[in-house]
C-alpha cells in the first residue's frame, strides 16, 4: 500500500487544519483531472469495488479493470459527440457497468447526471430535460421510463456491451479544473420543485475527507456504504470519495434485505457500515436474526435524523453506536459526529453532533446574521467565508434565496438549537415546525419520542389545523407487525409522549397507517400528510 494513500487516510490532530489546506489544494488546482484523482494514480491490482449479487456472490473490479472499462464508455461518448460540459446521465443499479460509465463521463470532461431507479417516467423526464442531457445510459428494466427527447439513449447490458466492444478506446483522460462542473443532480424535492445542483469538482474535497474525519475509514477498513449512489450521499460516499482514497467499497445489487445484508456483511468481514436510518430501523425489527461472525466496528447514518431507539438496540445488539450524520445536495455533510479518535465526541441521542472538518456551522436567529443563544431555536448556517469546502454558489437555472443579504452565510432551511456543549440538535425543516399556542414544536422531537415504543415500527408528526391552538401535532404511525391497533394503543402512545417528552407536545390524534409517503431517497413527505390533513378539515368545515 503506498505512503501516499496511508498519508491521506491517518492524519494527526494536530495536522487537521493542514490537511484540510492540503485535500483543497488538490482538488481546486486549475489541472485537476477527475479520472486521475479517482483511478489512475492507483495501482492497477488494488480493488475498487466489491459488486455482491442478489445470491450473495461476490466479484471484485480492480482500477486496472475500471479504467479499461471506462476508456471504453469515454471512446463511446466520444464517438456520440459528447465532450466536455456535456451531460450524459444514468438510470442504473449498483453495478461494475454504473461506476465504468461514470468515470468514463467524466474521463471526457462531461458532466455526470445521476438518476434514481425509483423515479417514474415524469419525474426521469424532467430532469433529463432541466440537466440538458446529451446521453442517456440505461438499465433494461429502466430502459422504459426514458422518453423520447434530444438525447442518445444506451441500454445496458449486451447492447451496450456490444457497443463497447466496438468502440475506439479513449486513452488518456481531461483536466477540468477545480471549477470545472463534475455532477449535475437535483434536489430531493421534499419542501418544493427539485432544483439542479451543479457541483464543480473542487466539490469533492468536502467528501474525502468525510470519509476520513467522520466516517473514520482506515487502511485496514472493510468499507461498504449501502446509500443507493441516485443520490449525492451515495454517489460520494459509496463511489467517489472510495476511489479518491483507493479505499474498495463495497455495491450490493437489488434492493434491501435484512438477511442479504447481514449475510453480506459477515462474509466479507465489513468493519465500516454507513446507511440511512432506515436500514438501521430495518435491521431492528426484521425476522433475520444478528449473525455470528461480525467484524464492525464503525457504523454511520445520515438522510434523516437518526432516532434514540436505534442506538439503544444497536448497543444492545451490535456493541457499538451509530453516529448520525448531516448533510445537504447543495454542500455535502458539514455536521456529525466523527469517528475519527483524534476527533470523536461523545455520541448524544436526539442530536446531529459538531461541525465536520472543514466547515463553520452555526445557528442563527430568524431573518438575521445573528448567533441564536444556547438551546434557542434557530436556523442552521454555514459561514461561508470560514467553510474551505464550501462551493455551492446557487441553482442552475433557478433563482437562489440559500443566503443571508450580506452573504455571510449559507441557510441550510433546518431548524436547530446549540447544546451548550457546542453539539447541534436537529429540530425539523423550517416548514416542518409545529406552532401550536405560541409554542415552536420540532416533530424530530416527538418522532423520536415515539419511536421508541414498542408498538411503533415507523412515524412522522405534522402540523394538523386547529380552531383554538392555530396548530396541533397529529401522528401518522406504522405498527410493528405483532402490533394490534385499538383505542387503547392510541391513548398509550399519547401517554409516553406525554410522560417522556412534553405534557403539551403530545399527538392530539393517531391515525394508524400501512406505510408513509416518502421521496424516493427514503424521505419522509411530512407535506403531503399536511396537505392529507387540511384537506380532510376543509371537508368537515
Not at 456491451?161 to 483536466?175: E, I, K, N, Q, W
Not at 469538482?201 to 473514520?216: D, K, P
Request: glycine share 10%; charged share 20%; hydrophobic share 45%.
Amino acid at each position: 500500500m503506498s505512503s501516499q494513500r496511508r498519508a491521506s487516510m491517518a492524519p494527526e490532530q494536530s495536522t487537521v487544519h493542514e490537511r484540510i489546506d492540503a485535500i483543497v489544494e488538490v482538488f481546486s488546482a486549475p489541472d485537476a483531472d477527475p479520472a486521475w484523482l479517482l483511478c489512475d494514480r492507483h495501482p492497477g491490482d488494488a480493488v475498487a469495488f466489491t459488486v455482491v449479487e442478489p445470491d450473495g456472490s461476490a466479484v471484485d473490479l480492480t482500477f486496472a479493470a475500471l479504467r479499461d472499462r471506462s476508456e471504453r464508455v469515454a471512446g463511446l461518448l466520444g464517438g456520440l459527440g459528447v465532450g466536455r460540459g456535456d451531460r450524459v446521465a444514468t438510470l442504473m443499479g449498483k453495478s461494475a457497468d454504473l461506476v465504468a460509465v461514470l468515470l468514463g463521463t467524466w474521463r471526457v470532461g462531461a458532466v455526470y447526471v445521476p438518476l434514481f431507479t425509483a423515479f417514474a417516467g415524469d419525474a426521469v423526464a424532467s430532469r433529463l430535460a432541466g440537466a440538458q442531457a446529451a446521453v442517456v445510459v440505461a438499465d433494461a428494466d429502466q430502459a422504459a421510463k426514458v422518453p423520447d427527447g434530444p438525447w442518445t439513449l444506451l441500454v445496458a447490458g449486451s447492447d451496450l456491451t456490444d457497443r463497447l466492444a466496438a468502440a475506439v478506446p479513449f486513452t488518456g483522460s481531461t483536466a477540468i479544473g477545480g471549477d470545472g462542473a463534475f455532477v449535475h443532480m437535483f434536489t430531493s424535492g421534499t419542501t418544493g420543485a427539485p432544483k439542479g445542483v451543479v457541483h464543480p469538482l473542487r466539490y469533492v474535497a468536502g467528501w474525502q475527507s468525510y470519509l476520513e474525519f467522520a466516517l473514520g475509514v482506515r487502511d485496514d477498513s472493510v468499507y461498504w456504504c449501502g446509500a443507493d449512489p441516485g443520490w449525492a450521499y451515495g454517489l460520494y460516499s459509496a463511489v467517489v470519495a472510495p476511489m479518491v482514497l483507493g479505499l474498495r467499497s463495497v455495491l450490493q445489487r437489488g434492493g434491501f434485505d435484512a438477511a442479504a445484508t447481514w449475510r453480506a456483511l459477515v462474509d466479507l468481514g465489513v468493519t465500516d457500515y454507513a446507511a440511512a436510518p432506515t436500514v438501521f430501523r430495518s435491521l431492528r425489527t426484521a425476522d433475520a436474526p444478528v449473525p455470528a461472525g461480525l467484524r464492525l466496528q464503525r457504523l454511520s447514518s445520515a438522510g434523516e435524523p437518526l432516532t434514540a431507539e436505534v442506538n439503544e438496540w444497536a448497543q444492545a445488539a451490535l456493541g457499538l453506536q451509530v453516529h448520525d450524520h448531516y448533510g445537504q445536495t447543495e454542500v455535502g455533510m458539514t455536521v456529525g459526529f466523527p469517528h475519527h479518535p483524534d476527533l470523536a465526541v461523545p455520541v448524544v441521542p436526539q442530536t446531529m453532533g459538531v461541525a465536520l472538518p472543514g466547515w463553520s456551522v452555526t445557528v442563527l436567529e430568524e431573518a438575521t446574521s445573528s448567533p441564536a443563544g444556547t438551546g434557542e431555536p434557530g436556523l442552521l448556517a454555514v459561514e461561508v467565508a470560514a467553510s474551505p469546502f464550501m462551493s455551492f454558489t446557487g441553482y442552475a437555472g433557478a433563482a437562489t434565496d440559500r443566503f443571508t443579504a450580506d452573504g455571510r452565510f449559507y441557510l441550510s432551511g433546518d431548524l436547530a438549537t446549540r447544546n451548550a456543549d457546542g453539539t447541534l440538535r436537529f429540530s425539523s425543516r423550517d416548514d416542518d415546525v409545529i406552532i401550536m399556542a405560541g409554542y415552536r414544536i420540532g416533530p424530530f422531537d416527538v418522532e423520536s419520542v415515539l419511536a421508541q415504543h414498542p408498538a411503533v415500527a415507523e412515524c412522522a408528526v405534522v402540523a394538523a389545523p386547529d380552531p383554538v391552538r392555530g396548530e396541533v401535532i397529529e401522528a401518522f404511525v406504522v405498527l410493528r407487525g405483532d402490533a394490534v391497533p385499538s383505542d387503547g394503543l392510541v391513548t398509550e402512545l399519547q401517554t409516553h409522549v406525554r410522560t417522556r417528552y412534553a405534557a403539551h407536545a403530545y399527538p392530539r390524534r393517531i391515525h394508524v397507517v400501512a406505510a408513509l409517503p416518502k421521496t424516493a431517497s427514503g424521505k419522509i413527505q411530512r407535506a403531503q400528510l399536511r396537505r392529507q390533513l387540511r384537506e380532510a378539515a376543509a371537508v368537515t368545515t
